[in-house]
C-alpha cells in the first residue's frame, strides 16, 4: 500500500520515517512543504494520482501556538483548510485519512478525564483552527482523528529538549504547576498510528475520533523535574502559577485525555509517560 505521510520533518514524521523500514508491505512518501504544498488542492490532486496514494497520515500542522493569536487565518489554513482538501482526495481515491488533532480543542475547565465525545470549547486560535481541522478530517469516508497532548521526541523542539538546554544554563528554573495533562512520546505515537494502518491495510478499521496520550498525569512542573532528574542536571525547578507566566494564548488548565476508546479499538497498550520520557532521554544521549 502507498502511504503519504505529510509534515514529515516534523517530530511525528520523523519517527514515522524513523520505523518505516520495519513495515516492508508499504511504499511511504514522506513529504514536506516543499515537497507536497497541503494548502493547494490542485497539488494534492496530482500528488493522489501520480503516486496512487491509499492512506494519508496527516502530521502537517501549524502549531506556533502563541503565534496563532495574531495569525488565526493562517492556523485555519494549514490546520484546517488544507486538512478538507487531503480528506477530499481521500475521498475520490477511496483512501483512509488519519488525522492529529490536540487536546486544544477543549477549554480546560473540567477536572475529569475528557472523552473523544465531550463538548469542545477551545480557548485559543490555535485550539479554534484544530476544531475545524477535525470537521474537515472527519468528511473523508475512512478517517481517522487522534487527539494527543504535550507532544515531545528526540527530534525537533520541544518542552523536553528546552528544559535539558535550559537546565544547562541555569541554576533555577520557574514551571507552571497548574496546567495539568499527560506528555505524549512521538515515538509511541508513531507505533500506533502503524498498528492503525495495519487495520486499514486488512479492511479492519475503526473511524471516528480518538484520544491518545501516554499513561498517568503530571503538571509541567512535575514534567520539567522528572527530566532534571533522570538528567542528572543540578537546576532547581520551582512551581508557579500561570498567571505569573501570561502568554497570547489561554493554556487548558486541565486536558488529560480518557484513552479508553483507541484501547479497546485497536488493543493496544500504552506506555506510562514517565517510562516513555527515560526512553527518550536515551534516544537523545544517543544522538548526541
Known sequence: MNILVTGANGQLGSELRKISDRFHSFRFFFTDVADLDITNPEAVNDFFKKNKIQIVVNCAAYTAVDKAESEESAATL???????????ACNKANATLIHVSTDYVFDGCTW???????FRAPASAYGRSKVLGEDAALTAHKSVVIRISWLYSSFGNNFVKTMLRLGKERETLNVVYDQVGTPTYAADLAQVIMEIVKK???NDLKTGIFNYSNEGVCSWYDFAREIMQLSGLKCIVRPIETKDYPTPAVRPHYSVLNKALIKKAYGIEIHHWKNSLKRCLTEIRFEQ
Open 78 to 88: 494549514i490546520n484546517a483548510t488544507a486538512v478538507g482538501y487531503l480528506a477530499q
Open 112 to 118: 475529569k478525564p475528557y472523552k473523544e465525545d465531550h
Open 200 to 202: 486499514a491495510e486488512q
